[in-house]
């Protein structure tokens, strides 16, 4: 069996050589090094048609990636949310929120993404009689126009400081249980945190003179001026992968509140807690034990998920590395690519996810 297989991928490897040496067509990733020669409509980072290759692909990754972190923090906040909703006492917010669940999660996503994109390209004004509101965001079929803050150097300096003040924030918060163990008495931890994280993060922008600047649209034909744009087609991948995912993450959270024994609740209400209380302390605490396994799944899903955006011209990974295949012929490099860039980020989601089951995990003393 093991000569067999062995026989197969050498023939695999020496009839791929041949066609590849038939075409022409080198292998290996040198041709990152070139000159890309193509536009992308949407990016994180600055790109031109004269960068590279390599420079393209880094901006198809940094577009994944946006859509994936915005998309899995609203699925995560709106699924918690309907499933809570779900287990409600209100009929009309309980049923509202099962059909919703049972409407979107039977459905096709490659269908919602091109009802998103319908809705917003067919169904808002054109550019010349865009929607105002407030004079600072503008609503038209090639997205939405909004007012945006000009970026300071200081704004910089202020990321990294703040950044040391959840360093301080974490240790402080150790001590303060070590505090509390050894004596019994509790620190105003939050309060000793969020003020130094405040403090820390508005002393570079005070040193600077408190620079805020505000770029507003205007409308200058054929186009907007200023602010920043939000494309159809990410509002169109972002509320598609947001609405799908959130109606799986539901039903988790649904199972994972269900999973807690009765007793646990009676027990809080017995004690006077209010509903709110109740959730708060003595049922979340516990389901989210129990919600962190199956939430990796819906996290990974959505991520994969996100190579549909190719569908409605979103330029992520997949559709950028897709048009430096057309372009340059490399296609098992392009596609080796993509299997790489997916493969990676979805051990480090899990390896993530499986750090944070391991910290709520329950210790025995």
Known sequence: MIVGIVLFFGLARQNLVDNLEQRNIATGFGFLANEAS?????????????????????????????????GSISAILLGTFVGILLLSKNWLLRNICYSYVNLVRN????LQLLFW??????????????????GTVFFTNRGFYISSIVIHSSYYWSLGTMFLGFGFAYFFNRYANRHHDRTGRELPAF???????????????AIAGFPLNISVPVFVTPDFLGGSNISPEFLAIYLGLTLYTATFIA??????????????????????????????????????????????????????????????????????ANTTLNQTGQAIEA?????????????????????FNHKMRLVER
């Open 38 to 70: 193509f536009i992308v409509s949407e990016t994180v980072i600055d790109y031109e048609p004269s960068d590279t290759y390599g420079r393209v692909f880094l901006v198809g990754m940094m577009n994944t990636i946006k859509v994936a972190v915005l």
């Open 107 to 110: 459905t096709p996503l490659i």
């Open 117 to 134: 994109y319908m809705l917003l390209t067919e169904f808002l004004p054109s550019i010349y009689d865009s929607v105002s509101f407030l």
């Open 191 to 205: 309060t000793i945190n969020f003020t130094i994280i405040i403090i820390l993060t508005l002393i570079p922008w």
């Open 251 to 320: 039903e988790v959270v649904r199972a994972g509140i269900v999973a807690i024994p009765k007793g646990q609740v009676e027990a809080g209400s017995s004690i006077g807690l209010t509903p709110m209380k109740l959730l708060k302390l003595v049922i979340l605490p516990q389901a989210i034990r129990i919600i962190i396994p199956p939430l990796t799944n819906q996290i990974l899903n959505l991520f994969k998920n996100s190579t549909l955006a190719v569908a409605i011209g979103y330029p992520d990974f997949v559709s950028i």
């Open 335 to 355: 596609i080796t690519a993509i299997m790489i860039f997916y493969l990676s980020v979805s051990l480090l989601v899990s390896l993530f996810m499986n750090w």
